[in-house]
RNA sequence: GGCCCGUUCGUCUAGCGGUUAGGACGCCAGAUUUUCAUUCUGGUAGCAGGGGUUCGAUUCCCCUACGGGCUACCA
């Protein structure tokens, strides 16, 4: 086989948005090829014009982008082996069809996709499966049945034709998979003729995909199980070809599956269960339906790629925490697991709240700042920093920082009524009002400070703590939540400390 | 239905003939925090079933069951 440098390609259709097992494939290309020091490069499949859908190309572009897996060539980027768009190939891969039916591995058929599809109906109607190959294909309009002349005739005559691989009779076809190891396929057993070249002009998925790793070189091709079927048919088009000398590796990734029930991971579990399936948030512009996105739900790029990472391979060790470059290291698709991982929303949120915690409280002042100003929130640098600092280790997304700080930007719209229940007694109002004066009276408005005041006015009055402090929190901040009260007092200000107690008083005797 | 792949705590996984079957998420409990959360400590829970092979099987082989994928002029 091929002993060259290794280069790897994810190769995506454009018919939707790439969902994550799709990034996880590309993941574990990029990764495969930087440890080997080889080429990760992009190829858009699309030579189904009918499921072509706008922007999914933008969007899979987009998408490695965000996660930091930059193809070396693709569209868009160029490189020696391009066009690396399969529409603009199309001429290439007539030339190959042509080959293959002048050698006799493949022949023209006639058959019309209704007269297939009767004849599949009726094989249904008998409880057995129709299939175009061995053992049916003698008897069929091809050119196999019939005439060189007649064929020609048809041809001639515009007649619309497909091109089919002849699959060879009773082979079995071994080929040592990097993951699953030999796996062996019986063509009479299992395989059919598959159309190679369809009557629209365009190569099939099989044809184009191997014509297209061919010439580009293609060392290593790392793709999701469910092309584990059409390893066979591909290995043999290689021998067809004569390019089995050269012709890639084979390594077949398992599949993600949805976090409960049956099946693997699909466009709508995520709306159901709340968590995104794709890398960025998509409109369909056919449906008009909106799915969840990673980026936009506050997943940080690393935290994705590192919880992708770990659906389905392990490092061998007890590490759970890899950025892309320490992955790059020791990647090996050895350690990729055989059996499909169920996805798990809380691990993956459990990995977000790693990075979170890990960003500074710089960077992390930096992202919530327009969620402030969206909020309509005026503040400034500082305060937002001190708010950050003191909040920062109770949240694990961006979006976390305004459900955990609210109170400190605006005054507590409701008093959690269980709260006021469970603490607010007969005479807290009055205790409380005293209290004020007590703060009114501090002259360092720093949080040791105004505890020091507080603490002292509590013993003179030997009054509980607990049953002061807990309705003192519930009048600053409207629940019993948040960090040390004495901190939130000077981030607040002793004005707007005073004046919360107060407005709560009133508000709370009133319900 | 046919073909192929797979099966270790609820979930992600380590294990590559002899282990008290390890870790992580989740969950539960305790400790800290005069609140809540964080943090820390501890706990809970697993080799699908049946046959072989072997002195010995989670580990190797076979069968069954279950799960997954494919079975288009879609990728």
């Known amino acids: 086989m091929n002993n060259s440098k290794v280069r790897v390609r994810f190769a995506p259709s454009p018919t939707g948005p790439l969902h994550m097992g799709g990034v996880r494939t590309a993941l574990f290309n990029y990764l495969f090829a930087k440890k080997l020091g080889g080429e ?117 005559a515009g007649e619309n034709y497909v091109i089919r691989f002849k699959m060879p009779e009773d082979l079995d076809v071994t080929e040592e998979d990097l993951i699953r190891g030999q796996v062996t396929f019986n063509t009479t057993k299992s395989l059919d003729d598959k159309v190679l070249f369809k009557s629209d002009g365009m190569p099939t998925y099989h044809l184009a995909n191997v014509v297209d790793d061919h010439l580009m070189k293609i060392t ?32 077949h990734l398992p599949l993600i599956l949805k976090p409960v029930g049956k099946g693997k991971l699909s466009k709508r579990d995520g709306d159901k269960m709340g968590f995104p399936v794709f890398p960025l948030k998509w409109n369909d512009p056919e449906t008009g339906e909106s799915f969840h996105g990673y980026r936009e739900d506050g997943y940080f790029p690393e935290a994705f790629i590192n919880l992708l990472a770990l659906l389905g391979w392990n490092p061998g060790t007890e590490q759970e925490f890899f950025s892309v470059d320490e992955l790059s290291e020791i990647f090996s698709l050895e350690r990729v697991v055989k059996s499909g991982s169920r996805f798990d929303p809380e691990k993956a949120k459990w990995f977000n709240k790693h990075y979170f915690q ?62 006021v229940k469970k603490r607010w007694k007969e005479d807290t109002g009055a205790q409380l009002d005293e209290i004020t004066t007590v703060f009114d009276s501090v002259s360092t408005w720093k949080a040791d400070s105004i505890k020091e005041s507080f603490s002292a006015f509590m013993n003179e009055k030997g009054w509980g703590f607990g049953a002061i402090m807990n309705p003192l929190r519930l009048c600053l901040v409207g629940g019993n939540m948040g960090p040390d009260l004495f901190l939130i007092c000077e981030i607040l200000g002793k004005e707007e400390t005073i004046s919360r107690i107060k407005t709560a008083i009133e508000k709370i005797a009133k319900l």
């Open 358 to 419: 890990q960003k500074s409280v710089e960077d992390l002042t930096q992202l919530f700042k327009p969620i402030l100003k969206e909020k309509g929130v005026v503040a400034t640098d500082e305060k937002i920093q001190k708010v950050v600092a003191e909040i920062k280790e109770r949240c694990e997304f961006v979006n976390d920082l305004w459900d955990q700080s609210s109170y400190f930007f605006e005054s507590p719209k409701e008093y959690d009524a269980q709260t």
């Open 40 to 156: 990760f490069i992009l190829r858009i499949e699309d030579t189904d014009q009918t499921r072509f859908v706008p922007g999914a190309e933008e969007y899979i572009i987009e998408s490695l982008n965000w996660c930091g897996l930059n193809p070396v060539e693709g569209p868009g980027i160029g490189g020696e082996f391009g066009p690396y768009r399969q529409s603009e190939r199309k001429e290439i891969y007539k030339k190959y069809a042509d080959q293959l039916v002048e050698s006799g591995w493949a022949y023209i058929a006639f058959d019309t996709p209704e007269e297939i599809e009767n004849l599949r109906k009726k094989a249904e109607s008998n409880k057995e499966t129709f299939s175009y190959g061995i053992g049916t294909r003698e008897n069929l309009n091809n050119s196999l049945k019939l005439s060189s002349k007649e064929v020609q005739q048809k041809t001639e």
């Open 220 to 251: 290593h091709v790392i793709r999701g199980e469910e092309w584990l079927p059409s390893m066979p048919l591909h290995v043999l088009l290689y021998r067809a070809l004569g390019w089995e000398e050269t012709r890639p590796r084979f390594a």
